[in-house]
Nanobody
């Protein structure tokens, strides 16, 4: 499974971005998917996760009410809609897939990782 994240960039505080994660290879995206992020000098942390069906989602407390995770299994793509962005959202965002249909907020339960896309939020 190969994961390609895109959609990062520079945005002002209060702005929006939508990240995409396209899966290819030996998958029809029958996987729980997640987004994680790593800010400079910090450990990677959980952001959002979604089950294969899309019926179950998890969001980190820090992004609830601002971020939304969704997926299109026909396109084998997962999205992270980020609204009301704050400078503290600045990080490299990684998408990940796990060999389970369920969503999870636990990093080591993910088996495949994308290369990351940089989001920079200016104040």
């Amino acid at each position: 499974v190969q994961l390609q994240a895109s959609g990062g960039g520079l945005v002002q505080a209060g702005g929006s971005l939508r990240l995409s994660c396209a899966a290819s290879g030996r998958t029809n995206l029958s996987n729980g998917m997640g987004w994680f992020r790593q800010a400079p000098g910090k450990e990677r942390e959980f952001v959002a996760a979604i089950s294969w069906s899309g019926g179950s989602t998890y969001l980190a407390d820090s992004v609830k009410g601002r971020f939304t995770i969704s997926r299109d299994n026909v396109k084998s793509t997962v999205y992270l809609q980020m609204n009301s962005l704050k400078p503290e959202d600045t990080a490299v965002y990684y998408c990940a897939a796990r060999q389970s249909l369920a969503a999870s907020w636990v990093q080591n339960e993910y088996d495949y990782w994308g290369q990351g896309t940089l989001v920079t939020v200016s104040s």
